[in-house]
């Protein structure tokens, strides 16, 4: 399996602009989750999904980011309208439905966004 | 609400020493505590997962101990190697299903050659 897939690994926009971030989870997990890591807040979680449907959105910062899940194989993060203060790296992970040991998430290996 | 604090936030040592990361949080009613490695550039990848009824696990040099009355977690490496330089994040979930994990920040290990 090639694992969680995230695209593009390096996007560096304008302020105002909208930037869509992409994820290909690990075939049959019925989780994903969104996360955004900073050097001054960490690793925080942004919304996961549960068989495609958003179980958890608290954790979005405002309403110009909004996340979709059309099918099992796909999602989208997308911030409208960017911001310099949305520079971070975004983490998207996925987890087939869990008990004991298999409790763990599998981590994509991020996009780095830069908003100027 | 779940707070996990990882200290030292950076540490530096000689390659051959053996080591313990800390990791300590506010709320012991814990599901889970998992240990995590980042390397520059990559995502996150899972070291070792504890149970709540359990108080440690192994994996070759690496051993995570759990103290869930007080609220800690070590992560011990023994004999370091340059290959162990990475960033450790200490993650706990508070419940079983659909609770989501709270990550520490992380320790940023160097291990010198």
């Known amino acids: 399996d090639a694992g969680v897939i995230q695209?593009?690994?390096?996007?560096?926009?304008?302020?105002?602009?909208?930037?869509?971030l992409r994820c290909?989870?690990?075939?049959?997990?019925?989780?994903?989750?969104?996360?955004?890591?900073?050097?001054?807040?960490?690793?925080e979680l942004l919304i996961y999904f549960n068989n495609n449907v958003p179980i958890d959105d608290s954790g979005m910062p405002e309403d110009r980011f909004s996340a979709?899940?059309?099918?099992?194989?796909?999602?989208?993060?997308?911030?409208q309208p960017s911001e310099p203060r949305d520079s971070a790296v975004y983490f998207c992970a996925?987890?087939?439905?869990?008990?004991?040991?298999?409790?763990?998430?599998?981590f994509g290996p991020g996009t780095r966004l830069t908003v100027l | 609400k779940q707070e996990v604090t990882q200290i030292p936030a950076a540490l530096s040592v000689p390659e051959g020493?053996?080591?313990?990361?800390?990791?300590?949080?506010?709320?012991?009613a814990i599901y889970n505590l998992q240990w995590f490695r980042q390397d520059p550039g990559k995502g996150l990848t899972?070291?070792?997962?504890?149970?709540?009824?359990?108080?440690?696990?192994?994996?070759?040099?690496?051993n995570a101990s759990l103290d869930k009355s007080s609220g800690r977690s070590t992560l011990y490496i023994a004999a370091s190697q340059p290959g162990d330089s990475a960033t450790y994040l200490c993650a706990v979930k508070?419940?079983?299903?659909?609770?989501?994990?709270?990550?520490?920040?992380?320790?940023?290990?160097?291990?010198?050659?």
Not at chain 2, 17 to 28: A, G, I, P, Q, W
């Open chain 1, 7 to 20: 695209s593009p690994r390096h996007e560096v926009t304008e302020m105002g602009q909208e930037v869509t």
């Open chain 1, 24 to 43: 290909k989870p690990i075939s049959g997990h019925d989780y994903l989750f969104w996360y955004r890591q900073t050097m001054m807040r960490g690793l």
């Open chain 1, 68 to 79: 979709k899940m059309p099918n099992a194989s796909f999602s989208t993060l997308k911030i």
């Open chain 1, 94 to 106: 996925s987890r087939p439905s869990a008990t004991g040991e298999a409790d763990t998430q599998y």
């Open chain 2, 17 to 28: 020493e053996n080591l313990v990361l800390n990791c300590s949080f506010t709320d012991s």
């Open chain 2, 46 to 62: 899972s070291l070792l997962l504890i149970q709540s009824s359990q108080r440690e696990q192994t994996s070759g040099r690496l």
């Open chain 2, 94 to 113: 508070s419940g079983s299903g659909n609770t989501p994990l709270v990550f520490g920040k992380g320790t940023r290990l160097s291990v010198i050659a």
